[in-house]
C-alpha cells in the first residue's frame, strides 16, 4: 500500500524562553530565536521514511505565525514532498481545541485524505499531550502513542509504543493518527543553506477553513496570566576541598531538617469529613451543588487514584455535588475512603470507545468537572471527552481550584520557570493534573457507594500484544528522595551512585536529553515534558540546571546540586551546591551521610 502520511509539525522558542504572554495572553516570542519542536523533527523523519518504503508521498503542514514557513521549508529540504502553512492573526490564541479543529481542516484541504497522520509526542514549549488525539476524535479514527518504532503492514501499522513502566506491541488499522517518540528515530534536521524559499510553501488562511469562530473567541480555554514560580531558594554554595565539601553539605542538610523523622501526616492532609470543610452529599456549600466530579483511576490502586479523588473531594467541598470514581475493571481499592461517592466501572479500557461510552454517560447527568492523571491513558480519553463536548482541556496542571463563577482555574508548568494560569469556560470542565505534586489527605470511614457498570466495547482498528513491564516509574511520585541524573554523568558510571541510592532509599530520576539516549527509562524524565516530583531532598548529579527541567522539581524540599562547573545554572535554583566534580565528592558525601544517619 502506497501510504500519503502527513506529519504536522510546530514551531518552538529555542532553548529556555522566558514564559512572558503578550497583552491577549500568547506567548511572547519577541526576540526568540525558533526552531522545529524536538518531536516534530522525528515527525517529518518518520513520515520521509515511511513514503519512500511504501512509495507513497509525504505532506508536512504547520500553523502558526508567517515565520513559521522556516520550519516547512526545513522539512522540504529534509524530503517532505509538499508543505502547507496555516496562518492567520485570528488563529492566534487559539488553546489545543482550538488547534486541533483549525488542523482538521487544513488537512481536509489536501487532495486526497492522509493514510497516517504523525504528530511529535510533546512540545517543549509547554505539552499538553492532547492535540493528537483531539485531531484522532476530530477525525473519526483510532490514536496510538508515544511511538518507538512503526512500520508499515498493508492496510495497518505495526507499532511498538513507548509507555512509563515498559513497552507495547500495537497493531493500527489506517488511516490512524501516531504521536512520535523523541527515541523514535533520528532527528530530521537540514542546514539552512539547503531550504527552498518560501513560495516553495502552500500558505492558506481562515478564509479557505469553514465558517466559524476561530482563534481565542472560539476557545474554551485560556491562558489567563503567568505567574513566576516562587523563589524560596537561598543557595549556600561549597568550594575546595571534595571531603570538607561533603561535611559541610550534610551538616547544611541536617540544619535544615532533611533527615527528621517524616511527620505522622503530611501538612497538607485533611481528613476527608464534614467537620474538616468536605461535605456528605447532603451538605454542598453551593446551593443546590454545581454538578458531579468525575474522576479517572484506571484500576483504582495506588497514590495517584488516591491523590485524584481527593482534589475532587476538595471541590466538591467548594461546588457541591458528588465525586464519581471511573475505574478500569473490579479493583479492590476502598474508593469511598478517599472521597468516592459513586463509581463507574468500565467493561473495556480502549481510550476511544472508553470516550464514546463516558461522554453518552455524562451527558445524561449534572457533571460539572471531570478530571484524570496527565498521563497517556487519561490524555486521551479526556481530549477525546473534550472534542465530544466541545468543552476544551486544561492540561498538566500542578494545582486545581475554584475561581470567580464556579469556573477552574489551574496552574501549569511553562516555560522559563513560570507557572500559567489556566481558566476554563468549557463545561463539563475537563483537567489533567500532575498526581506526584498533589496532597494525600488522611482517609475517611468507609461508606456504601453507589455503582454502575458501563459497557465498553473493543476498538476494532486498534490491536494490542506484548506489553512489556520495565522500570516502575510510579514510584519516583511520591519518593521522599529523588536522585536527578542529567548528561554530567556517563552511563556507565550509574553503578557509582547507587551506594547513596541505596543509602537514602531514593528513586531516580533524569532530564529529558538522558531519556532520550535512552540512558534511562521514559518514566524516569522529570521536567515540563515529563513529571513532577516534590520530595523532601532532590539530589541533582550532573544537571545543567535548564530551566524545563527544574519545573518539575520546583517544590522539592530542598535541593542539592553537584556540578563540576561553578557558573552551571543549577546553582542559581538549589539550596546546597558543591562545585565539585561528582565521583570526587561522592564517596565522601556517602560516608558523611551515613555517619549522620547512624546517630
Known amino acids: 500500500m502506497r501510504l500519503r502520511v502527513t506529519a504536522?509539525?510546530?514551531?518552538?522558542?529555542?532553548?529556555?524562553?522566558?514564559g512572558r504572554l503578550d497583552a491577549d495572553g500568547r506567548l511572547d516570542r519577541t526576540g526568540a530565536v525558533a526552531e522545529m519542536n524536538p518531536w516534530c523533527r522525528r515527525a517529518v523523519a518518520q513520515a520521509v521514511r515511511l513514503a519512500a518504503v511504501t512509495g507513497g508521498r509525504s505532506t508536512a503542514i504547520t500553523m502558526g505565525p508567517p515565520a513559521s514557513v522556516d520550519v516547512l521549508r526545513e522539512a522540504l529540504a529534509w524530503g517532505v514532498g509538499d508543505a502547507l502553512l496555516l496562518s492567520d492573526p485570528v488563529l492566534a490564541g487559539s488553546d489545543c481545541l482550538m488547534t486541533a479543529r483549525a488542523l482538521a481542516s487544513a488537512i481536509a484541504l489536501q487532495d486526497e485524505p492522509p493514510d497516517l497522520v504523525l504528530v511529535g509526542a510533546s512540545s517543549v514549549d509547554g505539552s499538553t499531550g492532547a492535540v493528537g488525539a483531539m485531531l484522532a476524535e476530530l477525525l473519526g479514527l483510532p490514536f496510538t502513542g508515544p511511538v518507538l518504532a512503526l512500520n508499515p503492514d498493508g492496510h495497518r501499522i505495526r507499532a511498538t509504543v513507548q509507555h512509563d513502566s515498559g513497552t507495547e506491541s500495537v497493531v493500527v488499522h489506517l488511516p490512524a493518527v501516531v504521536a512520535v517518540a523523541e527515541?523514535?528515530?533520528a532527528p530530521a534536521k537540514a542546514p539552512a543553506t539547503s531550504w527552498p524559499p518560501p513560495t516553495a510553501v502552500r500558505q492558506v488562511t481562515t478564509s479557505n477553513l469553514p465558517p466559524t469562530p476561530w482563534g481565542l473567541p472560539g476557545s474554551p480555554t485560556r491562558v489567563a496570566k503567568v505567574h513566576p514560580a516562587p523563589?524560596?531558594?537561598?543557595?549556600?554554595?561549597?568550594?575546595?576541598?571534595?571531603?570538607?565539601?561533603?561535611?559541610?553539605?550534610?551538616?547544611?542538610?541536617?540544619?535544615?531538617g532533611c533527615f527528621d523523622p517524616p511527620p505522622t501526616q503530611q501538612p497538607a492532609s485533611v481528613e476527608l469529613r464534614a467537620a474538616d470543610?468536605?461535605?456528605?452529599?447532603?451538605?454542598?456549600?453551593?446551593?443546590?451543588?454545581?454538578g458531579d466530579v468525575v474522576v479517572l483511576v484506571g484500576d483504582g490502586v495506588g497514590v495517584e487514584a488516591r491523590a485524584l479523588l481527593g482534589v475532587g473531594a476538595g471541590l466538591v467541598a467548594d461546588v457541591g455535588g458528588r465525586v464519581v470514581a471511573v475505574r478500569v475493571g473490579g479493583g479492590r481499592e476502598d474508593l469511598a475512603r478517599w472521597g468516592a461517592d459513586e463509581v463507574v466501572t468500565l467493561g473495556g479500557s480502549e481510550p476511544r470507545s472508553v470516550a464514546a461510552a463516558l461522554g453518552e454517560w455524562i451527558g445524561g447527568r449534572e457533571v460539572w468537572a471531570v478530571l484524570g492523571a496527565a498521563l497517556p491513558w487519561d490524555r486521551?480519553?479526556?481530549?477525546?471527552?473534550?472534542?465530544?463536548?466541545?468543552a476544551g482541556l486544561m492540561s498538566d496542571l500542578v494545582s486545581l481550584a475554584v475561581g470567580p463563577g464556579v469556573r477552574l482555574a489551574g496552574l501549569k508548568p511553562s516555560g522559563g520557570g513560570m507557572l500559567a494560569e489556566i481558566v476554563s469556560q468549557g463545561s463539563p470542565q475537563i483537567a489533567t493534573l500532575r498526581t506526584g505534586l498533589l496532597p494525600l489527605r488522611t482517609p475517611r470511614p468507609g461508606r456504601p457507594l453507589t455503582e454502575h457498570y458501563l459497557h465498553v466495547p473493543p476498538d476494532p482498528a486498534i490491536e494490542r500484544t506484548d506489553r512489556r513491564t520495565g522500570s516502575d516509574?510510579?514510584?519516583?511520585?511520591?519518593?521522599?528522595?529523588v536522585i536527578g541524573v542529567g548528561r554530567g554523568v556517563a552511563p556507565e558510571k550509574y553503578p557509582e551512585l547507587e551506594p547513596i541510592r541505596l543509602l537514602l532509599g531514593a528513586e531516580f530520576a533524569a532530564t529529558r536529553k538522558v531519556t532520550d539516549e535512552g540512558w534511562l527509562p521514559h518514566g524516569r524524565q522529570v521536567g515540563i515534558t515529563g513529571r513532577s516530583v516534590a520530595p523532601r531532598v532532590y539530589v541533582a548529579v550532573?544537571?545543567?540546571?535548564?530551566?524545563?527541567?527544574?519545573?518539575?522539581?520546583?517544590r522539592a524540599g530542598t535541593v542539592l546540586a553537584i556540578n563540576s562547573d561553578p557558573a552551571a545554572e543549577i546553582f542559581a535554583h538549589c539550596d546546597v551546591g558543591l562545585v565539585a566534580d561528582w565521583q570526587e565528592v561522592m564517596p565522601h558525601l556517602v560516608d558523611a551521610l551515613r555517619n549522620q544517619l547512624r546517630h
Not at 504536522?8 to 522566558?18: A, E, I, M, N, R
Not at 486521551?380 to 466541545?390: D, N, Q, Y
Open 183 to 185: 527515541r523514535s528515530c
Open 231 to 256: 523563589l524560596t531558594r537561598n543557595p549556600v554554595i561549597f568550594r575546595g576541598n571534595p571531603e570538607r565539601q561533603a561535611t559541610r553539605a550534610v551538616a547544611e542538610l541536617v540544619t535544615r
Open 542 to 554: 550532573g544537571v545543567s540546571g535548564n530551566l524545563n527541567h527544574l519545573a518539575g522539581t520546583s
Open 8 to 18: 504536522l509539525v510546530k514551531q518552538v522558542p529555542k532553548g529556555d524562553h522566558s
Open 277 to 290: 470543610g468536605f461535605p456528605t452529599p447532603n451538605e454542598p456549600r453551593v446551593s443546590g451543588g454545581a
Open 473 to 481: 516509574g510510579d514510584a519516583l511520585d511520591r519518593a521522599e528522595y
Open 380 to 390: 486521551e480519553v479526556l481530549a477525546r471527552l473534550a472534542v465530544v463536548f466541545g
